[in-house]
């Protein structure tokens, strides 16, 4: 499995550091056989303690995170699509619904209008059949 540090051995990261420290000396003086055989008892020594085991446990559990933050994005740039949708077409329901509006309140208005008319007419006619009545 792909380590998310590249290439690079644990083994003799720790090997290095391990010698470099206890023997104040540069990792480079030993002979290339004295680093092959001090990794290689490193890389056994991971593999006896399991932290190899684990090391790959949690490349799994990364990877399985990465997968579902790559979905995780394609569904927040979907939503994000969907969002831009949506506005469009509340702002084209907006520019319809007003010119219907401006017409409804139009029609109120002129409804008030002729309400008044009528019932203008409606008292002029009660007065009239007021004043008409024939002498008893």
Not at 10 to 21: G, P, S
Not at 100 to 117: F, M, N, P, V
Request: charged share 35%; with cysteine; hydrophobic share 40%.
């Amino acid at each position: 499995m792909e380590r998310p540090w590249g290439d690079v051995d644990v083994a003799e990261l720790i090997e290095r550091a391990r010698y470099e420290a206890s023997m104040s000396r540069p990792w480079s003086d030993l002979r290339p056989e004295e680093r092959q055989t001090r990794v290689a008892t490193g890389r056994h020594a991971l593999a006896a303690s399991g932290l190899l085991d684990w090391l790959d446990s949690a490349d799994e559990r990364m990877a399985v995170v990465e997968r579902r933050a790559a979905a995780a994005e394609r569904q927040r740039a979907e939503l994000e699509r969907q969002l831009g949708e949506c506005a469009q077409y509340a702002r084209a329901l907006h520019a319809s619904v007003e010119p219907l509006r401006q017409e409804a309140l139009s029609a109120t208005a002129l409804l008030a209008a002729e309400t008044q008319r009528a019932d203008d007419a409606e008292r002029v006619i009660r007065s009239l059949h007021r004043t008409e009545r024939p002498p008893d």
